[in-house]
């Protein structure tokens, strides 16, 4: 007997689940982690745990929001890791020496890029989360405090600060959306 014969989703309503939402649960995942094997492994986890869990899902939010809550404490529960914790200095020097070369005119510009992603990626991770899931995965305040468990105002007050630490290291000229709106 499988889990779809003891009241659990269908396998055909899995296969759309992970058709429609897996990138962008792989992408909110490596956001988080920075390891793109780990944030699949992540996903995984998390359509597991869905199909096993499905009848806990009381539809008060939308499926992707309830999805991106259990992928973000599935990358809580790893960042807090030991073997995360462990590996996490190899992997920032790998990255940083792997870091590919472009022609001169492209240079700068990616030089700028990669100034942004690493100081939203060096951002504590409470500062961090609100930044991607409010920048990248255009999520608004209350649907934040869904996925994250807080209030409107934890999540503003969270946003604010993390922009301000972001103007210190950044030059607000060119990522004017920093600037206080």
Known sequence: MNLAEKGCVSDSHMEEVMDGYGEYLIRLAFLYVKDWSAAEDMVQEVFITYYQKSSQFENRSSLKTYLAKITVNKCHDHLRSWKNKRSMLSVSMKHLLSAEKSPEKSFEHREKENELALSVLALPVKYREVIILYYYQELS???????????????????RRAKKILRTKLDVETWEGLLDE
């Open 141 to 159: 305040v209350t649907e934040m405090s869904g996925v994250l468990s807080c209030s409107d105002n934890t999540i503003k007050t969270r946003l």
